[in-house]
């Protein structure tokens, strides 16, 4: 399988290098572009974060591979991909949930009146969506969700709870599943919604991981959703969930990151002394560097996989399930690294006297748990591969 990029696959990696390097001259421009964020680097979650996607959007870099007929440029999938790994490189958002598994499901499966309504502000940035999956009783095993949708006359009143939904507290719409039959078995009786954030019957609360990042709950009393707000078909939901999950781990598990940090842990141990001596000409931290190399290649190359995978017309479940493992995994291999190399200097957070990079790496080394869990956990991941990519069967 040949990697390389074309020429004007290069010339584009040029053009949003260059629109970049103009952004970096706003005075916003250290909110905006933030990789000591971690994984939240890729919400647009501030105002001038959304000043960045809406200028994106101008650029005309949103939506690039939509169908002409929905507002798109019919491009090939890869300049998405290109424009990600660009973005993602300096810790800027992403063009994220409402581009690829809200904005693709919408043109796949949802009304003309969804797709009317919602479409054009996704092209626009002019909206941002959170996701509403994941619930107490329901995480690594999303089908048995609970959150009940009761039909009524004019659609149904949801009651319920969701739980570690990252942009509920920012977002405008929320793209939530519910049970819609509860007789059906629990993989045929969910349905898919879109809810206003503003909905008086929602209520959020904030969750803090240990790496800082703002995760939510959300609970539901007697929110009302009219039948123009289902997604496709009633009771097809988990179809949906599925491609959804899917296009958000092509869209947004990039490996421009990861070379990033690599680089820069690399750097670190050549300005790092123990004993009068660089950290980096000892052999076991060269051992242990020469290893986290080669697996960043082998992720590099299993993230291309999947974007070969989604030209060809496929949904990459399994390519999908394949990167997502190995490159979070590895960036928590590589944090680990880092603090186990750096020795107790490491474990000096951001602030403290002496912490190398600045507590970059303890910081590092608590972000990236939640790397493995959101976007379905690694547990998760290796089921997928295990039973749709080997065919092992169930235990």
């Known amino acids: 399988m040949n990697f390389d990029f074309s020429v004007e696959e290069h010339a584009f990696i040029a053009g949003v290098r260059e629109f970049l390097r103009a952004e970096r001259e706003r005075p916003d421009a250290d909110d905006v572009m933030n990789l000591g964020r971690e994984a939240d680097a890729q919400l647009a979650d501030t105002p001038a974060r959304r000043g960045f996607m809406r200028r994106l959007a101008d650029a005309g870099y949103l939506g690039m591979s939509w169908d002409s007929e929905y507002g798109g440029q019919e491009r090939s999938g890869v300049f998405d991909y290109l424009l990600n790994e660009e973005l993602a490189s300096v810790g800027a958002p992403l ?97 898919v ?6 909905h008086p019957g929602l209520s959020v609360t904030e969750v803090k991981t240990m790496g800082g990042h703002r995760t939510n709950q959300v609970f539901f009393d007697n929110v009302h959703v009219s039948r123009d707000y289902l997604v496709g078909q009633e009771n097809r939901g988990w179809t949906y969930v599925c491609e959804a999950l899917d296009y958000e781990r092509f869209t947004m598990f990039t490996v421009g990151p990861l070379r990033v940090k690599f680089e820069a842990l690399v750097e670190l141990l050549r300005i790092t002394h123990r004993d009068g001596e660089p950290l980096c000409r000892l052999p076991a931290v ?15 190359v299993l993230q291309r996989r999947v974007i070969a995978a989604a030209m060809k ?22 944090a680990d690294a880092a603090l186990e190399m750096l020795g107790p200097e490491g474990l000096l957070a951001h602030g403290a006297p002496g912490a190398p990079a600045d507590g970059k790496w303890e910081h590092s080394w608590r972000a990236t748990v939640v790397d493995t869990i959101g976007g379905g956990s690694s547990e998760v991941q290796k089921n997928i591969i295990a039973r749709r990519g080997l065919g092992l069967p169930l235990a």
């Open 193 to 198: 919604f879109l809810v206003p954030m503003h």
């Open 286 to 300: 060269r051992e242990r560097i020469a290893a986290l190399s080669t697996e960043l290649e082998a992720a590099t």
């Open 95 to 191: 063009i994220g949930k409402g581009v690829g598994c809200i904005g693709k499901t919408l043109i796949a499966h949802g009304s003309e009146r969804l797709k009317r309504e919602f479409l054009p502000q996704i092209l626009r940035a002019d909206i941002e969506f959170a996701l509403g999956y994941s619930e107490p009783s329901a995480g690594s095993d999303l089908a048995s969700l609970r959150l009940r949708a009761t039909p009524v006359e004019d659609g149904w009143i949801l009651d319920g709870q969701k739980m570690w939904t990252t942009s509920a507290h920012f977002a405008d719409w929320y793209w939530v599943a519910a049970r819609t039959d509860t007789t059906a078995p629990k993989h045929k009786g969910i349905s």
């Open 313 to 334: 017309g496929h949904v990459p479940t399994v390519e999908a399930a394949m990167y997502k493992l190995c490159g979070t995994e590895l960036g928590r291999r590589m």
